[in-house]
């Protein structure tokens, strides 16, 4: 039995164990809490042992790279799960603080490193090595660069990546090496290691925004230069509700032409003007791939669920046949046909001004519309789709917004 609690291939979840072929860097990217420590020190300590499960070869000389010492020690090596707490009792190497080398009764011997001093890595050589928390470190362009000329011992010298993600340029070319296996987790894939309560607490506060989906999925978010929109402003425009009564709601429908598995998208916004003159995104409906009778149910759906005043739905690609589709599921449904004469990129940019002049609010997380609003610049989304979402929201705001409509009465959500 005591065998058996020391036997990782079988405990380990699939992206703690190492990845199949013949790649010289494991990049493991995950949230907080996913198990990228012990992954590291299980993957170490494999190597350093020779375990069969991992490679027979022992990498005699090992670098572990933190973002400080103090890191190394208390997470890396001295942590709940690093390399001290995983091996058994007879196993366990010998830790030595002062020289900052671990050493095994086989003769392997592991070095800590900080990335404050890169110049450290000069001159040492090893088999493998583990870099923790790679996207916080401060010089990470110089210490990585150090340690891969370090890396020159053995038949296959191989290095391990833990870290959460952060748009940080080492990290994105990191991940577009021809050499490097990818492997991710978010924090809920290690939630049975985790404190009782702790997921459905954090989830509830932080689920969609970018800070959750970088620190619990594990996602790594990046700005486009180009775009209209930066994350860190929409983040400061989040708010937890709008308010009870609003002046005015619309559904925004930008419906599809075609009804194919490859087809666009059909966008589905929510949206309502507050007293106060600011705008509440409600909520995204958003739908791929999307046949008539779907997206207009949904968008009916919609209308009464929020009693909308009106459902304004594009008609460049349908014409009269959005508006008898809508009619077809509820004939008393108000429809508000707009069609664009302008390219996307200058209808966008009057509601863009928008939210820089503090008017828009986005009533909880809309990760997926966020997305497209962060990465929609010139040439459109850099993927080349159409923007359904931001479009709907360009109707949806274009609507409540023009000047001089009038001041009708407040309804209550």
Request: proline letters at 7%.
């Given at each position: 039995m005591a065998f058996l609690l020391h036997d990782w291939p079988t405990f380990a979840h699939g992206h703690q164990m190492p990845p199949p072929g013949a790649w010289s860097l494991w990049l493991l990217m995950g949230?907080?809490?996913?198990?990228?420590?012990?992954?590291?020190?299980?993957?170490?300590?494999?190597?350093?042992?020779?375990?069969?499960?991992?490679?027979?070869?022992?990498?005699?000389?090992?670098?572990?790279?933190?973002?400080?010492?103090?890191?190394?020690?208390?997470?890396?090596?001295?942590?709940?799960?690093?390399?001290?707490?995983?091996h058994p009792r007879h196993?366990?190497?010998?830790?030595?603080?002062?020289?900052?080398?671990?050493?095994?009764?086989?003769?392997?011997?592991a070095q800590a490193f900080s990335a404050e001093d890169p110049e450290a890595l000069r001159g040492p050589q090893f088999d493998i090595a583990w870099s923790d928390e790679l996207a916080k470190w401060r010089h990470a362009e110089e210490t990585f660069d150090m340690l891969q000329f370090g890396l020159r011992l053995?038949?296959?010298?191989?290095?391990?990546?833990?870290?959460?993600?952060?748009?940080?340029?080492?990290?994105?070319?990191?991940?577009?090496?021809?050499?490097?296996?990818?492997?991710?987790?978010?924090?809920?894939?290690?939630?049975?290691?985790?404190?009782?309560g702790f997921l459905e607490r954090i989830v509830a506060?932080?689920?969609?925004?970018?800070?959750?989906?970088?620190?619990?999925?594990?996602?790594?978010?990046?700005?486009r230069p180009d775009a209209l929109w930066r994350r860190d402003a929409l983040e400061a425009c989040r708010v937890d509700r709008a308010p009870d009564a609003l002046v005015r709601i619309v559904v925004?429908?930008?419906?599809?032409?075609?009804?194919?598995?490859?087809?666009?998208?059909?966008?589905?916004?929510?949206?309502?003007?507050?007293?106060?003159?600011?705008?509440?995104?409600?909520?995204?409906?958003?739908?791929?791939?999307?046949?008539?009778?779907?997206?207009?149910?949904?968008?009916?759906a919609l209308w009464h669920h929020y009693r909308a005043d009106c459902l304004?739905?594009?008609?460049?690609?349908?014409?009269?046949?959005?508006?008898?589709?809508?009619?077809?599921?509820d004939p008393a449904v108000p429809v508000r046909c707009v069609r664009a004469t302008r390219g996307k990129l200058l209808r966008a940019e009057p509601v863009a001004m928008l939210y820089d002049q503090g008017r828009v609010r986005h009533v909880g997380a809309l990760p997926e519309l966020e997305d497209e609003m962060a990465d929609f610049g010139p040439g459109g989304l850099s993927s080349g789709r159409s923007p359904d979402r931001l479009d709907a929201l360009v109707w949806a705001l274009s609507e409540l917004m023009p000047a001089g409509r009038g001041e009708p009465r407040l309804r209550r959500l």
């Open positions: 949230g907080r809490g996913a198990g990228k420590t012990r992954a590291g020190a299980e993957w170490i300590r494999a190597r350093a042992l020779g375990h069969r499960w991992c490679e027979a070869a022992v990498a005699g000389r090992i670098a572990l790279v933190g973002e400080t010492f103090a890191d190394v020690r208390e997470v890396m090596i001295e942590g709940v799960s690093g390399l001290l707490a995983v196993e366990r190497p010998a830790w030595n603080p002062s020289r900052r080398r671990l050493e095994w009764p086989n003769g392997a011997v053995g038949a296959r010298p191989r290095q391990l990546v833990t870290t959460t993600p952060r748009p940080v340029p080492l990290l994105k070319r990191l991940i577009d090496l021809p050499g490097t296996a990818l492997t991710h987790a978010p924090t809920r894939a290690n939630a049975l290691f985790l404190a009782p506060r932080y689920q969609g925004t970018r800070l959750g989906r970088q620190e619990l999925d594990g996602e790594l978010i990046e700005d925004a429908v930008d419906p599809p032409a075609t009804a194919t598995r490859r087809s666009d998208g059909c966008g589905l916004i929510v949206a309502g003007l507050g007293a106060d003159g600011v705008a509440y995104v409600l909520a995204d409906r958003s739908r791929r791939p999307a046949r008539p009778a779907d997206w207009a149910g949904a968008a009916v304004v739905a594009e008609v460049n690609q349908g014409g009269d046949m959005v508006r008898a589709v809508i009619a077809g599921i």
